[in-house]
């Protein structure tokens, strides 16, 4: 003799018990806490940012100073010169800083940037970021924006 079964449907999602959510929800943080740990060893996050030396865990940077001059048809060109010490253990592939340029009234008025390849264990690179922009409006301060190291 065969029984009848009759399945059915329901529009609602299967009850958890407490248990079970903080469990859950326990795995999710210990899963973003872990990313962000290893994101920040991969990048060598850091949080200084002076525009005189940087202690980033890649390059070393130093004797930070800006330059500029003024052309009636290109308005204002900037250079900011220093040193960047490639400060790891290994030979860097590349290398990039990048500074921001700012008005009397700080205002943004740019990016100066440099790169270059191949900075061997302990070398240092005499960096130029350059900025032509058209500029007129005199720069008055800079600030290191970023630096890229791999």
């Known amino acids: ?14 009850q958890e018990n407490s248990s079970n959510k903080s469990k859950k ?34 390059l070393l940077i130093s004797n930070v100073s800006m330059t500029y ?3 009636e048809y290109l308005g204002y060109t900037v250079k900011i010169t220093g040193i960047a010490k490639n400060n790891k253990n290994r030979n860097l592939s590349y290398a990039s800083v990048e500074f921001s340029i700012y008005d009397e ?4 008025l ?12 302990d070398e240092t690179w005499r960096f ?11 720069p008055a301060s800079f600030k290191l ?6």
């Open 1 to 14: 003799m065969e029984e009848n079964v009759i399945y059915t449907q329901s529009n609602e999602p299967p």
């Open 25 to 58: 929800g326990l795995w999710i943080a210990l899963g973003i806490i872990g990313a962000l740990i290893v994101f920040g060893v991969i990048f060598g996050v850091t949080g200084s940012n002076d525009q005189n030396t940087n202690s980033n865990a890649e």
């Open 69 to 71: 001059e003024y052309n």
């Open 105 to 108: 009234n700080g205002n943004n």
């Open 110 to 121: 740019g990016t100066a940037l440099d790169n270059m390849n191949n900075l061997g264990k």
């Open 128 to 138: 130029e970021a350059t900025y032509i922009g058209w500029l007129n409006v005199k």
């Open 145 to 150: 924006a970023d630096i890229t190291a791999f």
